[in-house]
Protein backbone atom coordinates (compact mmCIF):
# COMPACT_ATOMS: atom_id res chain seq x y z
CA UNK A 1 0.00 0.00 0.00
CA UNK A 2 2.99 2.31 0.95
CA UNK A 3 4.18 2.18 -3.13
CA UNK A 4 0.54 3.14 -4.40
CA UNK A 5 0.53 5.77 -1.61
CA UNK A 6 4.14 7.05 -2.96
CA UNK A 7 2.91 7.22 -6.80
CA UNK A 8 -0.04 9.02 -6.35
CA UNK A 9 2.32 11.84 -4.09
CA UNK A 10 4.51 11.63 -6.90
CA UNK A 11 1.82 12.96 -9.61
CA UNK A 12 1.47 16.19 -7.24
CA UNK A 13 4.63 16.81 -6.49
CA UNK A 14 7.20 19.84 -7.80
CA UNK A 15 9.50 18.67 -10.63
CA UNK A 16 12.90 19.64 -11.47
CA UNK A 17 14.26 19.32 -15.02
CA UNK A 18 17.94 19.79 -15.46
CA UNK A 19 18.93 20.22 -11.47
CA UNK A 20 21.03 17.27 -12.34
CA UNK A 21 22.27 14.77 -15.32
CA UNK A 22 22.88 11.45 -15.74
CA UNK A 23 25.99 10.38 -17.71
CA UNK A 24 25.95 13.72 -19.19
CA UNK A 25 21.45 13.53 -20.25
CA UNK A 26 19.83 15.67 -17.91
CA UNK A 27 16.97 14.27 -15.79
CA UNK A 28 13.96 15.21 -13.27
CA UNK A 29 13.88 15.52 -9.63
CA UNK A 30 10.79 15.01 -7.58
CA UNK A 31 10.38 17.12 -4.66
CA UNK A 32 11.56 20.45 -3.60
CA UNK A 33 15.39 21.63 -3.48
CA UNK A 34 16.46 21.79 0.07
CA UNK A 35 18.41 24.79 1.00
CA UNK A 36 20.87 26.02 3.93
CA UNK A 37 18.69 27.54 6.64
CA UNK A 38 15.59 25.50 6.51
CA UNK A 39 13.98 22.96 8.86
CA UNK A 40 15.07 19.65 7.82
CA UNK A 41 11.99 17.92 6.66
CA UNK A 42 11.33 14.19 8.45
CA UNK A 43 11.49 11.79 6.67
CA UNK A 44 10.42 7.79 6.94
CA UNK A 45 12.86 5.40 5.76
CA UNK A 46 13.55 1.79 6.72
CA UNK A 47 16.89 -0.28 8.32
CA UNK A 48 18.40 -3.31 7.03
CA UNK A 49 15.99 -4.71 9.36
CA UNK A 50 12.83 -3.11 8.66
CA UNK A 51 12.67 -1.26 11.28
CA UNK A 52 11.14 2.27 10.10
CA UNK A 53 13.84 5.40 11.03
CA UNK A 54 12.44 9.05 10.81
CA UNK A 55 15.16 12.17 11.04
CA UNK A 56 12.58 12.97 14.43
CA UNK A 57 14.56 9.89 16.28
CA UNK A 58 17.52 11.75 16.00
CA UNK A 59 16.74 14.86 17.29
CA UNK A 60 19.32 17.09 19.27
CA UNK A 61 22.18 15.07 17.13
CA UNK A 62 23.97 16.53 14.18
CA UNK A 63 23.37 14.25 11.51
CA UNK A 64 25.47 13.58 7.77
CA UNK A 65 23.33 12.13 5.48
CA UNK A 66 25.21 10.75 2.66
CA UNK A 67 22.77 10.02 -0.49
CA UNK A 68 23.46 7.36 -3.36
CA UNK A 69 22.06 6.00 -6.25
CA UNK A 70 22.98 2.43 -5.36
CA UNK A 71 25.76 1.05 -3.20
CA UNK A 72 26.28 -1.29 -5.85
CA UNK A 73 27.96 1.31 -8.15
CA UNK A 74 31.50 2.31 -7.77
CA UNK A 75 31.21 5.99 -6.42
CA UNK A 76 28.79 5.11 -4.41
CA UNK A 77 31.12 2.40 -2.55
CA UNK A 78 33.54 4.92 -2.40
CA UNK A 79 30.93 7.74 -1.10
CA UNK A 80 30.43 5.13 1.35
CA UNK A 81 33.17 3.76 3.40
CA UNK A 82 34.45 7.66 3.13
CA UNK A 83 31.43 8.95 5.54
CA UNK A 84 31.86 5.57 7.37
CA UNK A 85 35.30 6.96 7.75
CA UNK A 86 33.62 10.16 9.31
CA UNK A 87 31.21 8.43 11.19
CA UNK A 88 34.17 6.62 13.11
CA UNK A 89 36.10 10.25 13.63
CA UNK A 90 33.24 11.88 14.84
CA UNK A 91 30.75 9.89 17.68
CA UNK A 92 28.90 12.24 18.01
CA UNK A 93 27.45 12.44 14.43
CA UNK A 94 24.44 10.42 13.28
CA UNK A 95 25.21 8.94 9.29
CA UNK A 96 22.98 7.84 7.27
CA UNK A 97 23.66 6.24 4.04
CA UNK A 98 20.47 6.48 1.87
CA UNK A 99 19.44 5.11 -1.27
CA UNK A 100 16.58 3.27 -2.87
CA UNK A 101 18.53 -0.38 -2.65
CA UNK A 102 16.48 -2.67 -0.61
CA UNK A 103 17.26 -3.74 2.70
CA UNK A 104 18.08 -6.98 1.93
CA UNK A 105 21.10 -5.78 -0.06
CA UNK A 106 22.02 -3.08 1.86
CA UNK A 107 22.30 -6.07 5.08
CA UNK A 108 24.53 -8.21 2.09
CA UNK A 109 26.23 -5.01 1.47
CA UNK A 110 26.65 -3.25 4.71
CA UNK A 111 28.37 -7.12 6.01
CA UNK A 112 30.06 -7.70 3.51
CA UNK A 113 31.97 -4.47 3.87
CA UNK A 114 32.01 -3.86 7.10
CA UNK A 115 30.12 -0.71 7.60
CA UNK A 116 29.68 -0.51 11.30
CA UNK A 117 29.47 3.21 12.19
CA UNK A 118 26.91 4.26 9.12
CA UNK A 119 23.63 3.09 9.30
CA UNK A 120 22.48 2.36 6.10
CA UNK A 121 18.43 3.00 4.89
CA UNK A 122 16.17 2.68 2.50
CA UNK A 123 13.70 4.98 0.85
CA UNK A 124 12.70 2.05 -1.20
CA UNK A 125 9.11 1.74 0.35
CA UNK A 126 7.51 4.89 -0.06
CA UNK A 127 10.13 7.31 -1.02
CA UNK A 128 9.42 9.34 1.68
CA UNK A 129 12.96 10.88 1.85
CA UNK A 130 13.91 11.13 -1.58
CA UNK A 131 10.50 13.38 -2.17
CA UNK A 132 10.84 15.54 0.78
CA UNK A 133 14.61 16.15 -0.30
CA UNK A 134 14.19 16.54 -3.90
CA UNK A 135 16.53 13.73 -4.88
CA UNK A 136 13.67 11.14 -6.59
CA UNK A 137 14.91 10.40 -10.29
CA UNK A 138 11.44 10.82 -11.81
CA UNK A 139 12.83 8.40 -15.01
CA UNK A 140 14.39 6.22 -12.75
CA UNK A 141 12.81 5.79 -9.27
CA UNK A 142 16.31 6.00 -8.31
CA UNK A 143 18.04 9.13 -6.00
CA UNK A 144 20.41 11.27 -7.23
CA UNK A 145 23.60 11.49 -5.25
CA UNK A 146 23.78 14.63 -2.25
CA UNK A 147 25.18 14.72 0.84
CA UNK A 148 23.04 16.81 3.94
CA UNK A 149 24.19 18.00 7.35
CA UNK A 150 21.68 18.84 9.53
CA UNK A 151 22.09 20.19 12.89
CA UNK A 152 21.39 19.69 15.92
CA UNK A 153 17.95 21.77 15.93
CA UNK A 154 16.85 20.30 12.53
CA UNK A 155 17.90 23.46 10.87
CA UNK A 156 19.93 22.38 7.59
CA UNK A 157 23.44 23.49 7.44
CA UNK A 158 25.17 21.90 4.52
CA UNK A 159 24.10 20.85 1.09
CA UNK A 160 25.28 19.36 -1.83
CA UNK A 161 23.33 18.10 -4.57
CA UNK A 162 25.76 16.48 -7.33
CA UNK A 163 25.89 18.01 -10.47
CA UNK A 164 26.68 14.81 -12.26
CA UNK A 165 25.05 12.01 -10.54
CA UNK A 166 27.87 9.73 -11.38
CA UNK A 167 30.44 11.90 -9.97
CA UNK A 168 31.74 11.81 -6.26
CA UNK A 169 30.48 14.37 -3.82
CA UNK A 170 33.06 17.55 -2.52
CA UNK A 171 34.36 15.33 0.28
CA UNK A 172 36.80 17.80 1.70
CA UNK A 173 34.16 20.43 1.71
CA UNK A 174 31.66 18.44 3.35
CA UNK A 175 34.10 17.26 6.18
CA UNK A 176 35.17 20.70 6.66
CA UNK A 177 31.17 21.68 7.10
CA UNK A 178 30.77 18.77 9.54
CA UNK A 179 33.44 20.25 11.66
CA UNK A 180 32.03 23.56 11.72
CA UNK A 181 28.51 22.35 12.69
CA UNK A 182 30.33 20.08 15.16
CA UNK A 183 32.19 22.87 16.90
CA UNK A 184 29.21 25.42 16.56
CA UNK A 185 27.27 22.52 18.46
CA UNK A 186 30.04 22.69 21.31
CA UNK A 187 30.44 26.29 22.09
CA UNK A 188 28.49 27.57 24.82
Not at 50 to 79: F, H, N, W
Not at 107 to 125: G, N
Amino acid sequence: MAGLEAEKRMDNMEERTGAVTFKKKPVTLLGPEIKVGQRAPDFKLVDPNMKEVTLAKTKGKIRLLSVVYSLETPICDIQTHTFEEEAAKNPGVVVYGVSMDLPFAQARYRDEHQVRKMTILSDHRDASFSLAYGLLIKEMRLLARAVFIIDADDIVRYVEYVKEITQAPDYEKAIAALKDVASACLEP
